[in-house]
């Protein structure tokens, strides 16, 4: 039997105070709601669903296109410094935001004081070509990006995944590289 996944449901961060983050996603950056701010909740059971002993929380949905970003206040978190861990870290992560003109989208959110890592990279070669892509980060520091997809040979694409596929190492080969 092979997983079948149909799509994307929604992406949850962890962010230190939702209803400032509320203030960034939603009014900053228009993303509706599409769930009010719950209340916060505890219990044994949600301790085991999110494997957090004793947590503590409240969360809203909001609508990115068609997935769904989960903000997470947790009551307590542990100290593990005051950023979050930089890109290149196992774990990180990042939100990308698709766009219809990036470097538009870009100069709006500067002018709402949004700092961004770079100018807009332009990408015309290789496996992202059209892509037009820039990074930025939230107000806890959470790594969020801006793509605007200028074109796409999708026919390029396909020989070259299958090309991949067939040459690519074996499980096992691809598991004695992995560093312990």
Same mark, same amino acid.
């Given at each position: 039997?092979?997983?079948?996944?149909?799509?994307?449901?929604?992406?949850?961060?962890?962010?230190?105070?939702?209803?400032?983050?509320?203030?960034?996603?939603?009014?900053?950056?228009?993303?509706?709601?599409?769930? &009010?701010?719950?209340?916060?909740?505890?219990?044994? !059971?949600?301790? +085991?669903?999110?494997?957090? /002993?004793? @947590?503590?929380? %409240?969360?809203?949905?909001?609508?990115?296109?068609?997935?769904?970003?989960?903000?997470?206040?947790?009551?307590?978190?542990?100290?593990?410094?005051?950023?979050?861990?930089?890109?290149?870290?196992?774990?990180?992560?990042?939100?990308?935001?698709?766009?219809?003109?990036?470097?538009?989208?870009?100069?709006?959110? &500067?002018?709402?004081?949004?700092?961004?890592?770079? !100018?807009?990279? +332009?990408?015309?070669?290789? /496996?992202? @070509?059209?892509? %037009?892509?820039?990074?930025?980060?939230?107000?806890?520091?959470?790594?969020?990006?801006?793509?605007?997809?200028?074109?796409?040979?999708?026919?390029?694409?396909?020989?070259?995944?299958?090309?991949?596929?067939?040459?690519?190492?074996?499980?096992?080969?691809?598991?004695?590289?992995?560093?312990?």
């Amino acid at each position: 039997m092979a997983i079948t996944i149909q799509a994307i449901h929604h992406v949850g961060l962890v962010v230190r105070d939702l209803d400032r983050s509320i203030w960034f996603y939603h009014d900053l950056l228009g993303l509706p709601f599409v769930n &009010e701010p719950t209340p916060w909740f505890e219990g044994p !059971e949600l301790s +085991v669903g999110v494997g957090v /002993p004793g @947590a503590r929380l %409240r969360q809203v949905s909001l609508l990115a296109g068609e997935t769904i970003m989960e903000l997470i206040e947790y009551a307590e978190r542990p100290d593990g410094g005051p950023q979050p861990p930089p890109n290149n870290n196992l774990g990180a992560a990042h939100v990308c935001f698709k766009v219809a003109d990036v470097a538009a989208t870009k100069a709006e959110l &500067e002018s709402h004081g949004v700092a961004f890592y770079s !100018e807009v990279n +332009v990408v015309d070669d290789g /496996p992202l @070509a059209g892509w %037009r892509w820039v990074y930025f980060s939230d107000p806890d520091g959470l790594a969020l990006e801006l793509v605007e997809i200028a074109y796409y040979d999708q026919e390029a694409r396909r020989l070259a995944a299958a090309e991949y596929l067939r040459s690519r190492p074996s499980k096992e080969q691809a598991e004695s590289r992995v560093p312990a």
